[in-house]
């Protein structure tokens, strides 16, 4: 999978997941955690999301608020623990 | 309005305690009027504070808005005559399911006024959690953004009672149902004068919904009287002075975020913030500094998620400008008080309260010792002890863990538990008020948290029903059978965790699991979901078939199982 199907795929799922309001409209730079789409509590959601899609385990050190805040940032985090 | 300057002796302020002194200070004699609207806006303004600010409100991308006592005065009135237009009376019940916009504190004011009773509710419930709280209150409208709006709509045709869905944000008019209303306070013309409510003190005011171990969730009714110690708390215990600016994190559909968010700092007529953003320790510092907040109180899942931040992020802001720290919601730890006292320069003041009781009850006042750890001393007026649990009587001797509980008879205390009067009963033993939460006393009155007294979940301050999550997770299709318990947590002190056996034709994988979690975070709420899910063949169970959790419970928290001979065998 390339850097934008990954991307698609992540943006795909937070859409379809956290977004309620179909008017809505998010890019690769939305701030998903700051803006308050997804909650801390959800954050974990996401989290589970990751690890098995991508067969991947992010230590919870990394499962930052920061690290979570928009779809770039997601697959940058993704990146760094595929290349593991 | 000249707020306490000087910090007084613990001794000093209980010495001859009556809830005379805040009836005092807020003008009100027994047997007259109370309106907790009035006494947040229009009292203010008399007193000579109408140009004040009252309100100072961001949202996510740095969207602000001021507001004045007389601004919010006046949008209390123009919402209050809004809802009476609608045919709202006085004891009806008006939702506020938003997020902390500027609307939900202004229609607070504004329900207030019309003598109806609000009914906040956490905008990030699931379409479950909502209808059940509103089902159980008879709801009859709710005050909503567009974004929460397909959550009502899907729900609406099961709740008779409820005859209008208002709007506060933009809509088309063309994309309203039957029964929306689209209510722009911003297009809607200024009130300047309204016919209050004449609520008496025993008017009900606000509906909280709060969690139990079985059953659904229990409406909490408090009152207009609710006033007295909501303000005097605030006053002494959270120190507020006029010139300060007041920083309280709770969402407002939540207790605290309604006594201690609207109520408590606006009845002393004090400026207060509100960040209306997810959480970061970067966006939260930044708010801190940039409104010079002076009086912060928040929770110990958020400051022990700052303290994960680290501390050179702190040294990147002036916070300077804070005086006093406290926190509630679930038990302060010693190292996040210490944390505080390192990188603040002071510490966090612990404060024990409930949804039931309305306002604080154990606390640790500005100058009293701090003990690390303890939650501090009751609030004066409020008689405290903790009970064996086998007698329900106090303990003779200080150090024994036992039950916390209050003698009834403070103002904010609840009334009732809505349409649940067996359940309300349940919590009073012996003339004592049975918190449910257990802790131990030292000699010098200082209270220690031990836990729950029952198998409710504290998860990042809010209480969540493992009942609720056991049902719901029934619903999935390839659930058989589910328990719900607790397991540590090093920011939320505990979470929700499931264990779960499928029902045939279903294998146990990661992609299930993830299912799972997502359909309770939409059915009930983000803080119901489960954070881990654990597959079994069997759950533990009594030999009569009752899921034995305490098993499961002392699984996770490495405890001790205890007494298993109920359990069944092969």
């Known amino acids: 999978m390339n850097v934008n199907e990954m991307k698609e795929l992540i943006m795909n799922y937070v859409i379809k997941e956290y977004i309620d309001d179909d008017d809505v409209k998010i890019t690769y730079e939305t701030p998903l955690i700051s803006s308050g789409y997804v909650d801390s509590f959800s954050m974990v959601s996401l989290l589970v999301f990751l690890e098995n899609k991508f067969r991947i385990k992010i230590p919870p050190s990394k499962a930052t608020p920061e690290a979570f805040d928009s779809v770039n940032n997601i697959v940058a985090l993704v990146n760094q623990y595929l290349k593991q | ?570």
Not at chain 2, 237 to 253: K, M, N, S
């Open chain 2, 1 to 570: 309005m000249t707020l306490n300057p000087e910090h007084r002796s613990y001794e000093e302020l209980s010495g001859n305690f009556t809830w005379a002194v805040a009836e005092k200070e807020l003008d009100y004699k027994n047997g007259e009027v109370i309106n907790i609207g009035w006494y947040c806006s229009d009292r203010i303004c008399l007193k000579g504070n109408a140009a004040k600010v009252a309100l100072i409100y961001e949202g996510f991308g740095g969207i602000s808005r001021q507001f004045t006592y007389d601004d919010i005065r006046i949008a209390g009135n123009t919402i209050g005559t809004f809802l009476r237009g609608l045919g709202i009376i006085e004891g009806d019940r008006v939702c506020l399911f938003m997020d902390r916009i500027p609307e939900l504190y202004l229609s607070f004011l504004g329900i207030l006024k019309t003598g109806a009773i609000v009914q906040p509710l956490f905008s990030a419930f699931g379409e479950e959690s909502l209808f059940v709280r509103l089902e159980n209150a008879g709801t009859r409208a709710i005050i909503t953004q567009k974004k929460h709006l397909q959550k009502v709509r899907k729900i609406r045709g099961k709740l008779p009672h409820l005859e209008y869905v208002i709007i506060v944000d933009e809509i088309k008019s063309a994309d309203l149902a039957a029964g929306e209303v689209l209510f722009r306070l911003d297009n809607a013309a200024p009130v300047e004068n309204f016919d209050i409510c004449p609520t008496m003190a025993e008017t009900p005011s606000v509906l909280h919904y709060t969690s139990g171990t079985t059953g659904q969730p229990k409406g909490v009714q408090h009152v207009h009287y609710s006033l007295i110690s909501q303000y005097l708390t605030t006053k002494w215990v959270l120190d507020l002075r006029d010139d300060d600016i007041y920083w309280c994190t709770a969402d407002p559909g939540w207790v605290t975020g309604t006594s201690y968010g609207i109520i408590g700092p606006w009845s002393l007529g004090v400026t207060q913030c509100v960040l209306d953003s997810g959480f970061s320790a970067q966006a939260w510092y930044r708010f801190a500094e940039k409104n010079r907040v002076t009086v912060w109180y928040s929770a110990p899942t958020a400051i022990r998620a700052l303290m994960k931040a680290g501390n050179e992020i702190v040294k990147s802001f002036d916070l300077s400008s804070l005086r006093h720290l406290a926190s509630v919601g679930e038990p302060l730890n010693s190292e996040a008080v210490i944390w505080s006292e390192k990188v603040f320069g002071k510490p966090f003041h612990d404060t024990f309260w409930q949804t039931e009781t309305g306002s604080i009850m154990i606390t640790n006042f500005p100058g009293m010792k701090i003990k690390p750890g303890s939650m501090g001393r009751t609030f004066p007026g409020i008689t405290g002890t903790v009970l064996d649990p086998a007698t329900f009587r106090p303990y003779p001797e200080h150090g024994r863990a036992g039950l916390i509980a209050f003698r009834p008879g403070w103002p904010a205390m609840m009334r009732a538990y809505w349409n649940n009067e067996e359940k309300y009963r349940e919590k009073f033993v012996n003339g004592w008020y049975l918190s449910g939460d257990r802790a131990s006393i030292d000699s010098e009155g200082y209270y220690w948290f031990i836990g729950r007294d029952d198998d409710v979940i504290n998860t990042g301050g809010h209480l969540v029903s493992p009942f609720e999550v056991e049902s719901a997770l029934l619903e999935h299709p390839a659930v058989a059978e589910s328990a719900v318990t607790s397991r540590p947590d090093e920011i939320n002190m505990e979470v929700v965790k499931a264990f779960i056996t499928l029902k045939p034709g279903h294998t146990p994988d990661p992609d299930l699991e993830l299912d799972i979690m997502n359909f309770i975070r939409k059915r009930l709420s983000p803080l119901a979901m489960p954070q881990a899910v654990e597959f079994m063949d069997r759950l533990p169970k009594t030999r009569s078939g009752k899921i034995m959790r305490r098993v499961l419970h002392a699984k996770e928290w490495g405890e001790e199982i205890g007494d298993i001979s109920t359990l069944e065998n092969d």
